[in-house]
C-alpha cells in the first residue's frame, strides 16, 4: 500500500485511477469495512481517503482526543485489507476553508474517478457538500448505515461500549479484536514487589477501554503470549492519578523496555477495586490470574 500525504496543493500525482472511500474511519469497524470492500469491486485501483486530524476535533480545538485507532495502526489495518493507497488530507484551517468545489477539484487532481461513501458523507467549508455534488462528478456509490442488534454502528459508539468495558461487544463490532499499540515504558517497578512484574505501557492517544481487569494477548517482537492487563489508577497499592495500562505477561521473562508492543484485548475480568490491604490485592490478582488461564484454555492465538 502507497501511502500520499495530502497538504494544500502539495502532494504526489497518482498515474493510476482510483476509486475511494472517503471517511475518518476511526476503529475501522464493520461498517468502515463495507465501503472500504466497495471500492475494491468497481476495477479501478483501491484508495482510502481520510483525514488528519479528525476535522472535528481540529473545529473544536478538542484537546487530546483519544482515538480507537490512531492513524499508524489505521494504516496497517488498511494495507492488510488489500487497499492500494493511503491518501491523507493534512486537515488545518487552510482545508477548514477549502469549498465543496474545491474539494472536487483535489480529488480530480488525485486521479478518483470513482468514491463510496456512508449515507450521511459531507465535505468542505463547512460541510456545504454532500454525496449529492459527489453524484453529480464521479461513478458514485452509497454504502448505507451498518445495524447490529438493532443498533447503528458508529465509532461514537464502540467508544461507549468501551467505556462500559464490553469488550466482546466491541470486537463483535470491529470485526478483530481490539487492540492498543505503545512502548513499554519505565514505571514505579513496584509489581515485581508483589510477583507480578507488569509491563507499563505508553498508549498515546488510544481511547482507554474501562479501568478494571482484562484477560488479553500481547505481542512482543512477533511472538505472541498470554496475559492480564489493569487498566486504572491502582487504588490500593501505588497510586497512580493518570490512568495506567500495566500488562503481566505470561511465560516473558525478560527485560523489554523500550521494544513496541501490542496489547489484544479479549474479555473483561472484573471491575478496579480499592482492597482493605496489599495482601488482599494479591490474592485477588492471583484468582484473576487463573482465571485468565482458564479462558486462554479456549483459544487459538488470533488477532
Not at 46 to 75: G, R
Not at 78 to 98: H, S, W
Not at 122 to 130: H, L, V
Request: proline letters at 3%; glycine letters at 6%; a neutral charge.
Amino acid at each position: 500500500m502507497k501511502i500520499i500525504n495530502v497538504k494544500e496543493e502539495n502532494f504526489e500525482a497518482i498515474c493510476e485511477p482510483l476509486c475511494a472511500a472517503i471517511g475518518n474511519f476511526d476503529g475501522v469497524h464493520l461498517g468502515h469495512q463495507k465501503l472500504i470492500e466497495e471500492c475494491k469491486r468497481h476495477g479501478y485501483k483501491s484508495a482510502v481517503l481520510t483525514f488528519y486530524p479528525h476535522p472535528s476535533v481540529f473545529l473544536k480545538k478538542i484537546p487530546d482526543y483519544k482515538l480507537i485507532t490512531p492513524m499508524e495502526h489505521k494504516a496497517d489495518i488498511f494495507a492488510r485489507m488489500g487497499i492500494d493507497y493511503l491518501i491523507i488530507v493534512d486537515f488545518n484551517d487552510e482545508v477548514a476553508k477549502v469549498s465543496k468545489d474545491d474539494f472536487i477539484i483535489w480529488m480530480k487532481k488525485l486521479n478518483i474517478k470513482s468514491c463510496v461513501c456512508g449515507y450521511d458523507f459531507t465535505f468542505g467549508r463547512k460541510a456545504e457538500g454532500t454525496i449529492i455534488d459527489l453524484m453529480k462528478e464521479f461513478e458514485f456509490y452509497e454504502v448505507k448505515k451498518f445495524v447490529y442488534d438493532d443498533v447503528r454502528v458508529s465509532s461514537t459508539y464502540i467508544r461507549e461500549l468501551l467505556s462500559f468495558g464490553q469488550i466482546e461487544k466491541v470486537n463483535r463490532l470491529l470485526g478483530r479484536p481490539f487492540s492498543i499499540r505503545g512502548k513499554v515504558i519505565y514505571g514505579t517497578q513496584q509489581g515485581r514487589l508483589i510477583g507480578f512484574p507488569t509491563a507499563n505501557i505508553d498508549y498515546k492517544n488510544y481511547f482507554l477501554p474501562a479501568s478494571g481487569v482484562y484477560f488479553v494477548t500481547v505481542v512482543v517482537e512477533h511472538v505472541f503470549y498470554y496475559g492480564m492487563c489493569n487498566i486504572g489508577n491502582n487504588p490500593t497499592f501505588n497510586f497512580s492519578l493518570k490512568e495506567r495500562l500495566e500488562v503481566h505477561i505470561f511465560g516473558l521473562d525478560a527485560d523489554i523496555y523500550g521494544s513496541s508492543i501490542e496489547v489484544i484485548f479479549h474479555q473483561r475480568i472484573r471491575e478496579e477495586i480499592a482492597f482493605r490491604s496489599k495482601e488482599e490485592l494479591i490474592e485477588q490478582m492471583k484468582r484473576d490470574k487463573q482465571k485468565c488461564y482458564e479462558l486462554s484454555s479456549d483459544m487459538n492465538f488470533t488477532k
